[in-house]
């Protein structure tokens, strides 16, 4: 038997440490080389490591929710001598390639046996044997080699003189494959106990044995009780599946949870009772409804703005706990006023349009609570109340949603506001924003009466306080001397940030904005 | 719904707008990501701006003049008059050109350029400073990097480029006049071809170089051919004398100081002295601790094959990550990294790079020598072709130089060329597919050249090596 001692593999993207979250062994435990030892989390993803050795563990050297650094010492195994020498050497190799990829070991080990099987072949080991490793075969062979995982230096040339032809490589991956294949199913068989205990194949054909999500996705998936594993990924990263949490949702509509609660149940009991006895109850064998989750249909890059929007509502969305505040006000005064004054402008080429109104009332709203004209500093544990009044103005483009800034919104009569976000949204129509105008809001307004709908639960852009959403003005019924007659009205919704702020304050700022709208001489004294 | 700085996040910033970033921010872009190219100069690098093309568009020139003034042999006699002011303009023509197309295909492919100085501020974020005063800066946030900043003419002590005597290879290529006497320090490429071309111009030239010959990155057989044409156009060699300072003279000329190893002092009067003795990778606008990266002992950003550098999402192509310097391996190295930001499986395996220099004659070379082939450990099986055998080559007035292919004795399979003749830089390519392809002497010989070219002196010399040449006697 020999000792061998086990460093934290490289994590990838550069990432220096991780927390273990969870050990899948103790100490005495059997386990089988590529088998999961531990889980550990980066702030990019939660990565499984798979043990390098076949053998027995002897010492934990880490505590869960410990961080680790890369290249630590994890673990001491005890292995069997004879295995010593190929485990070891490929714990070497290790070091230099990614050894938390299963899929690279699984790669190496194929070619090992492929560079053994080729040993025997007289004109392989004169290919092989080509000084510098050079092999002769054409760029286009040596990037299928490349695609296809083969170690073009192990293929045996059958072309002229030895050289290496695109079907050597297409020959070399087929007998890797086989090999490769059948590995996880020897594996299988040695430990039942370590068996998934449910075979479930994903869109893409086997099970896969790693998977890229952000935590947040793996703790939806968790809580929707589903193996992230399971889920048919939409992204790839990095060539490896990337599962979203749209994937997840996705899933478990199509059926995907309902047979693998029992099956995440038996992985928990596990994982926490390190190497327990898996039964094998729960073997329903979900393929189907796994494949039916990921219908066929086009594929459009996540990316660009789209993408940024995406993230920063996430972001948004999961940090900043939204308490959302609606209502509705009698918008006649402002109708009027707002048809007397727009002949007014539109004499001086100025659009008023009803924007510019809600702009002031926002900003009077904003200096009666300065909780919402405010950010919180959650590294120095400090809210920020602003002393500038940037108001953010979300626009449509085709490409997403764009929110260039009006600065200094207080100081600028109605007539200003109008020009200005005029010429904002065109510019942001045209995708001629500079970049400046997009920075230092405040606050943001958004319209949605332009497409429809009443109201909305609008998503604050953070680390702003809270957003106010303007609905459609239009004849609704309305209760006027306990008549109900037609009134112009409009609706508003509004979120906040329930950290910063509560919503009694939400309906304060609601009820001043509104006070001034329906009377809007009152603006003009602001 | 709504969000926040939204300009300011990219898929890949690309620094560096020379042959490595452009073309990697043009690859990264049709890949579908959304690709920031951030530029402090000029679009289109050193290569398009101060290096290559500029080079060639003097080198042409200077060929023409000195061709039409040497035909006599053909019977042509012509004085040609150089206006190095026009031919100056002419130059600068092509290079707007250039860079104004390398521009608009980024913009077409919707590269987002920014014209700045880009400083790593963490491992997703650069700060990019502005040209000009109170241009301001601004940041932008990456998932991936890819640094093509390039090289710099080296500086040596006592020669300072601020000095307008003293000329950098860049300087010389922007000349509006020809001076009459120039020193050239370094008889490397750089200082090979310029040396060249401004002896074409009508100066006097002077190249001083440490070591004892021409071209010592190249067999002597090969430098030779060069050196014997650049004694016949006057230009003066000493070797073994390293430049260590000038001064101006009170007739308004400069005097170059040189010294040999024992101390031997020697000085040449001149109007201007170019120093052409290297270029170094340029990182230190970058950064690059605020990202824990550090340049190797020489300079460089080290890579792997797939052009990382030691993170994983920072990318180094072209001369920032190593020799060669030259801007095709910075496409090639530009093309991996945006491919491989993508996602994709490619990777930086060419078996060659080759490369030209633009010297009377031509140099260019691939793959490996006879003596790195032996090194090497292969059994190097040799062809060659001298121009005076080539009909072609006779009827051009060139008969100087060769063309020999290296191949594996076992197989014949091509391992490298060289070649020293006119237009050898566009002959190379033919070698450089042989070896990329696994091409075997049989291969080159049995692939029919058109007659009459220079490019039949392929064919021939790799039936030299297998001993069958029609033109040449086989020993």
């Known amino acids: 038997m020999v000792e061998q001692s086990f460093e934290l593999p490289d994590l990838g993207e550069g990432i220096a440490e991780g ?133 073009i230096e192990t293929v045996e040339g059958t072309g002229a003189g030895g050289r290496v032809t695109e079907s050597d490589v297409r020959r070399a991956a087929e007998s890797a494959s086989e090999s490769g294949a059948s590995e996880p199913a020897s594996g299988a068989d040695a430990t039942p ?107 459009v890059p996540y990316r660009g703005i789209r993408r940024t929007i995406g993230e920063q509502m996430a972001q948004s969305k999961f940090t900043a706990p939204h308490v959302t505040h609606h209502d509705e006000f009698d918008a006649s005064g402002l109708v009027d006023l707002r048809a007397e004054l727009a002949e007014i402008a539109d004499e001086e080429d100025v659009n008023l349009t009803y924007l510019p109104f809600v702009v002031k009332a926002v900003t ?42 009006i600065k200094h919104a207080d100081r600028k009569g109605l007539k200003e506001l109008a020009r200005e976000i005029d010429e904002l949204a065109t510019q942001a129509r045209e995708r001629s924003l500079p970049r400046e105008a997009m920075r230092g809001g405040t606050f943001t307004i958004t319209n949605i009466g332009v497409i429809g709908g009443e109201y909305s639960s609008p998503i604050i852009n953070y680390p702003e306080a809270g957003i106010f959403a303007m609905g459609p003005i239009k004849k609704r019924p309305w209760v006027v001397d306990d008549e109900v007659v037609a009134r112009k009205t409009m609706t508003i919704s509004m979120s906040v940030d329930h950290r910063l702020v509560d919503g009694a304050e939400a309906a304060q700022f609601t009820n001043h904005v509104q006070t001034l709208l329906a009377d809007p001489a009152r603006l003009v004294l602001e | 719904m709504v ?49 290559c093309i500029p080079s060639k568009a003097f080198i042409t020139a200077a060929d023409v003049a000195d061709e039409a003034a040497n035909a006599s042999g053909m019977g042509v006699y012509a004085d040609p008059e150089v206006d190095m002011g026009e031919l100056a303009a002419w130059k600068d023509d092509v290079v707007d050109r250039l860079t104004g197309g390398v521009e608009q295909l980024c913009e077409a492919n919707g590269v987002d350029l920014i014209e700045g100085t880009a400083a790593f501020e963490d491992e997703h974020t650069v700060r990019i400073a502005h040209g000009g005063e109170g241009q301001g800066m601004e940041t932008v946030e990456f998932e991936q990097a890819i640094v093509a900043t390039g090289s710099r003419p080296v500086e040596i002590p006592g020669f300072d480029f601020a000095d307008e005597p003293v000329w950098s290879s860049r300087d010389a290529l922007a000349a509006e006049t020809v001076p009459d006497d120039l020193v050239v320090v370094g008889a490397g490429y750089i200082g090979m071809e310029l040396s060249t071309t401004f002896a074409k111009l009508g100066a006097d030239v002077t190249v001083v170089e440490m070591l004892d010959d021409v071209l010592p990155a190249y067999e002597e057989d090969v430098s030779s051919v060069v050196r ?68 190797d002992d020489d300079g460089f950003l080290r890579t792997d094959d797939r052009a990382r550098t030691d993170l994983d999402h920072v990318f180094a192509v072209g001369d920032v990550a190593g020799e060669p310097m030259l801007a095709h391996k910075a496409s090639a190295e530009g093309i991996v990294a945006a491919e491989v930001a993508a996602g994709e499986n ?9 490369a030209a220099v633009f010297t009377d004659p031509e140099i260019a070379t691939v793959g490996l020598t006879e003596a790195e082939a032996e090194e090497a450990g292969f059994d190097p099986l040799v062809g060659e072709m001298p121009l005076r055998a080539n009909g072609r080559a006779l009827t051009m007035d060139e008969t100087e130089g060769f063309v020999r292919i290296v191949a594996e004795a076992d197989a014949g399979f091509v391992l490298g060329a060289q070649i020293v003749a006119p237009e050898a830089s566009e002959l190379i390519a033919e070698a450089a597919l042989a070896v990329e392809m696994g091409a075997r002497l049989d291969d080159l010989a049995g692939t029919i050249h058109t007659h009459p070219t220079l490019s039949e002196t392929l064919l021939e010399a790799a039936e030299n090596a297998l001993g069958e040449a029609i033109h040449t006697l086989n020993e």
Request: hydrophobic fraction near 35%.
């Open chain 2, 3 to 51: 969000m926040g700085d939204i300009t300011t996040g990219t898929d890949v910033v690309v620094i560096g707008g020379g042959p490595g970033g452009y073309v990697a921010a043009i690859r990264a872009a049709q890949r579908g990501l959304a690709t920031t190219l951030v530029e402090k100069d000029h679009y289109g690098g050193a290569c398009l701006n101060h290096g």
């Open chain 1, 19 to 151: 927390e273990l979250v969870a050990w899948a062994v103790a100490p005495g435990d059997h386990v089988e080389q590529d088998q999961v030892i531990a889980e550990v989390e980066t702030d990019k993803a939660l990565v499984e490591v798979p043990s390098p050795y076949d053998g027995t563990v002897t010492e934990l050297h880490a505590e869960e929710g410990e961080m680790v650094p890369v290249d630590y010492v994890i673990a001491t195994f005890e292995i069997d001598a004879s295995d010593a020498e190929p485990a070891g050497t490929e714990a070497e190799t290790d070091e230099s390639s990614t050894p938390v990829d299963a899929g690279t070991v699984e790669a190496e080990s194929a070619e090992l046996e492929t560079a053994e099987a080729t040993e025997g072949g007289a004109e392989a080991s004169e290919a092989g044997g080509a000084p510098g490793g050079r092999v002769f075969a054409a760029p286009s062979t040596r990037s299928l080699a490349r695609d296809l995982d083969v170690d």
């Open chain 2, 346 to 354: 490619a990777a930086f395996d060419a078996r060659a790079i080759p």
């Open chain 1, 193 to 299: 106990s370590e068996a998934e205990p449910v075979v479930v194949e994903s869109a893409g054909g086997t099970k896969r044995e790693r998977t890229l999500a952000m935590p947040a996705t793996r703790r939806l998936a968790r809580e929707r009780g589903v193996d992230i594993n399971d889920v048919p990924a939409s992204e790839e990263r990095e060539g490896e599946p990337f599962v979203t949490p749209a994937d997840v949702e996705a899933y478990v509509e199509s059926g995907g949870s309902a047979a693998e609660t029992g099956a995440s149940a038996e992985r928990g009991a596990s994982a926490s009772a390190g190497a327990a006895a898996g039964g094998t109850g729960a073997g329903t064998n979900t393929g189907d409804a796994g494949a039916a989750a990921s219908p066929g249909g086009e594929r």
């Open chain 1, 364 to 405: 009077s709203a904003l200096k009666e609570v300065p909780y919402l004209n405010a950010s919180l500093d959650e590294e120095a544990g400090e809210i920020v109340l602003h002393d500038e009044y940037n108001i953010g103005i979300a626009v449509a483009t085709d490409d997403g949603l764009l929110v260039p800034v």
């Open chain 2, 228 to 295: 014997r044409r650049a004694d016949d156009l006057g230009i003066d060699f000493t070797f073994g004398e390293g430049a260590s300072g000038w001064e101006e003279t009170s007739d308004g000329r400069i005097a170059v100081h040189t010294e040999t190893e024992d101390g031997t002092e020697s000085t040449y009067e001149a109007d201007r002295v170019l120093v052409a003795v290297g270029r170094e990778p340029v990182t230190d606008t970058l950064e690059l601790e605020e990202i824990d990266l550090a340049p």
